[in-house]
C-alpha cells in the first residue's frame, strides 16, 4: 500500500469516527416543559406573548382539553394538583387518584414520567424547578418506595415555606417573586447542567386569576409570565448553538377558568381548554378533538426514546402529538348489547389489533388478563366486541398499531 493510499485510508477512518462521536453529541436529545398555571386559551391567544409565539412557530400551537370525558368514568376536575398529575402520568383521575390539592392518596402505581426516565437503561438526569413543593415530594413521590424511590438529580422548590426571604404579601405577590427566582434558576441549570429532562412550574398567573379575575391586571401578569418563559426558551437556544443538542420545549397551561376569571375547578368549557405550544414539529393529532393534556407525556417520551413497559402502555390514555400517529380517540360504547369500539384514523392501512381485559390488577400493582379479541384496518375505525362470549360489568381495551397504543375503559 502507497504513503498516498495509507495517509487517504487513515483520514476518511479518522473523518468516520469524528462524524460518528459528533453524531453522538449532536443527536443529544433533552427536554424541558413548563407549566404556566391557570391561563385560559382565549387569553394566551389575546395577549401579546413573544417568547410563547417564538416557541409555537418553530413548531406548533394547539388548544387541548382538560379533565377527561365529561359525565363518564375519567370525569376529572379542573383543580391544579389534578391537572398537573393528569399530565405528569397521561392518565386521568379514575387511575392516578388525585383528587384536589391536598394530594391526600395518589396512587403511584401510573408512574409519572420521572419514574420512566429514572428507570431507563441508559442514565438520565432530571430537575424540577417549582414554585410548589409538593409537586416534587408528593406528586412525584421523591424518595416514597410506592413511587420507585426515585431520586431526582436537580431541585429547586420550597421557597413558598420560606416566611423569612418571602414573606407574605397583598394578592400574595411574594408567589410572583418566587416565580422569577424559579424560571432564573431554571435557566441557569439549563446553561450550565443541562438536564435531560427538566420541569419548570410557575404559579403566579392562577394567583392572578383568584384575585383579580379577568382583566388588565390578569393579562399583565400573563406578560410576566411569558417574559419569565423567555429566560427558559434563550437559555435552551444558547445550549443547542454552543453543545449541539437538540431540545424539545413544551408550555402548557393546566385548566382554564370560569367566565369571570376567578375561579376554575368545573367543567364548562372555558375551565376544561387549555392550550399547549412546543418548538417541535406536530403531527395531525395535533389540533383535533382527541389532543388532552394527557398527550404531553407520552410526546415528550417518544422525543426523549424512553421506553414504557408495556403493563404501563396499556393503562396511558393519551397518544403523542409529534412523530407517526395511526390513530387516535379510541371510545367504547354499548350496541346492540355489545360494546362498539370507534376510533379516529390517521393511517388507514395499519393493522389495529384490540386487546381487552375485564381486569384492573394494575391499580393494585398486579397484573391484568389481556385477551387478544381481533385485528381489523385502522381505517374501518370502528370494532365490535362480543360480550356475551365475556361477561363483565367492566372492561378495559387497548388498540395496538405499528406506531400507536391507545387505551380507554368501558364501565357498565
Not at 26 to 32: L, Q, T
Not at 60 to 68: D, P, Q, T, V
Not at 85 to 94: E, G, I, Q
Not at 389 to 395: E, L, N, V
Amino acid at each position: 500500500m502507497t504513503n498516498s493510499l495509507k495517509s487517504k485510508r487513515s483520514f476518511l477512518m479518522g473523518a468516520v469516527m469524528l462524524m460518528a462521536v459528533s453524531s453522538v453529541f449532536a443527536g443529544k436529545r433533552k427536554s424541558v416543559f413548563v407549566i404556566v398555571d391557570g391561563i385560559p386559551a382565549d387569553v394566551i391567544e389575546r395577549v401579546h406573548t413573544p417568547a410563547i409565539d417564538e416557541i409555537s412557530n418553530q413548531g406548533g400551537y394547539s388548544r387541548a382539553f382538560m379533565g377527561g370525558k365529561e359525565g363518564g368514568y375519567s370525569q376529572t376536575p379542573t383543580i391544579s394538583a389534578v391537572c398537573y398529575n393528569s399530565l405528569l402520568t397521561s392518565t386521568w383521575v379514575n387511575k392516578h387518584n388525585v383528587w384536589g390539592n391536598g394530594i391526600e392518596a395518589p396512587n403511584y402505581n401510573y408512574w409519572t414520567i420521572f419514574r420512566i426516565a429514572k428507570n431507563q437503561k441508559r442514565d438520565v438526569s432530571t430537575a424540577i424547578f417549582s414554585t410548589w413543593e409538593d409537586n416534587r415530594t408528593k406528586l412525584v413521590g421523591e424518595g416514597k418506595p410506592d413511587a420507585g424511590a426515585i431520586k431526582l438529580d436537580y431541585a429547586y422548590d420550597g421557597m413558598e415555606l420560606d416566611d423569612k426571604n418571602y414573606p407574605k404579601e397583598k394578592d400574595n405577590l411574594q408567589i410572583l417573586k418566587i416565580d422569577e427566582a424559579v424560571a432564573d434558576k431554571a435557566a441557569q441549570s439549563i446553561r450550565t447542567e443541562a438536564p435531560d429532562l427538566t420541569w419548570v412550574y410557575l404559579q403566579y398567573t392562577d394567583d392572578a386569576g383568584h384575585h383579580f379575575g379577568n382583566g388588565e391586571k390578569f393579562d399583565g401578569y400573563v406578560k410576566d409570565a411569558d417574559n419569565q418563559v423567555s429566560r427558559i426558551w434563550e437559555a435552551v437556544k444558547e445550549r443547542e448553538q454552543k453543545s449541539g443538542e437538540e431540545w424539545m420545549v413544551v408550555v402548557v397551561t393546566d385548566h382554564g377558568r370560569k367566565d369571570d376569571g376567578y375561579s376554575h375547578g368545573g367543567h364548562s368549557d372555558r375551565e376544561r381548554t387549555v392550550w399547549y405550544a412546543t418548538n417541535q414539529k406536530p403531527n395531525a393529532h395535533f389540533n383535533n378533538q382527541y389532543n388532552s393534556i394527557l398527550d404531553v407525556m407520552p410526546s415528550i417520551c417518544r422525543y426523549m426514546n424512553f421506553e414504557i413497559p408495556q403493563p404501563l402502555k396499556s393503562e396511558i390514555e393519551g397518544v403523542s402529538f409529534i412523530g407517526k400517529t395511526d390513530l387516535v380517540g379510541v371510545e367504547a360504547a354499548k350496541a346492540n348489547g355489545n360494546i362498539n369500539l370507534t376510533w379516529k384514523a390517521y393511517n388507514p392501512k395499519a393493522k389495529a389489533t384490540v386487546y381487552m381485559s375485564t381486569t384492573n390488577n394494575y391499580k393494585t400493582g398486579g397484573a391484568d388478563q389481556w385477551i387478544k379479541v381481533g385485528t381489523v384496518k385502522a381505517g374501518a375505525e370502528n370494532f365490535t366486541v362480543d360480550t356475551s362470549k365475556y361477561p363483565s360489568d367492566f372492561y378495559k381495551f387497548s388498540v395496538v398499531t405499528p406506531n400507536t397504543q391507545n387505551n380507554c375503559w368501558y364501565v357498565d
